[in-house]
């Protein structure tokens, strides 16, 4: 079993920046890949980035790519996503997942998830 607590989340001024932790525990030993996903009011739930067990490789929806950055520490059983350059679209709730997914960017294939961090930009 794996438990997820992310934290990081705020109000925020369109152009600025935050950076969301996501902290694991449990089970951290096995090689899961982790993601962050984001949901707002009214709108389903989208993919925003993940990234594998060993921090080889990273993937971006287009829509955060060149702005957002997912990296993790392992030895601190901790996941991050450094967002920069934020825009009012980006106001949603994010939350974490952990797994094994197939593809990475199906939240169906996930099978740890936090309770999310809000996140809201203001215009």
């Known amino acids: 079993q794996v438990q997820l607590v992310e934290s990081g989340g705020g109000l925020v001024q369109a152009g600025g920046s935050l950076r969301l932790s996501c902290a694991a525990s449990?089970?951290?030993?096995?090689?899961?890949?982790m993601a962050w996903f984001r949901q707002a009011p009214g709108k389903e739930r989208e993919f925003v980035a993940a990234i594998t067990w060993s921090g080889s490789s990273t993937y971006y929806a287009d829509s955060v790519k060149g702005r957002f950055t997912i990296s993790r520490d392992n030895a601190k059983n901790t996941v991050y996503l450094q967002m920069n350059s934020l825009k009012p679209g980006d106001t949603a709730i994010y939350s974490c997942?952990?797994?094994?997914?197939?593809?990475?960017?199906?939240?169906?294939?996930?099978?740890?998830w936090g309770q999310g961090t809000q996140v809201t930009v203001s215009s």
């Open positions: 449990g089970r951290t030993f096995s090689r899961y890949a």
């Open positions: 997942a952990a797994g094994y997914p197939h593809p990475y960017y199906s939240a169906e294939t996930y099978d740890y």
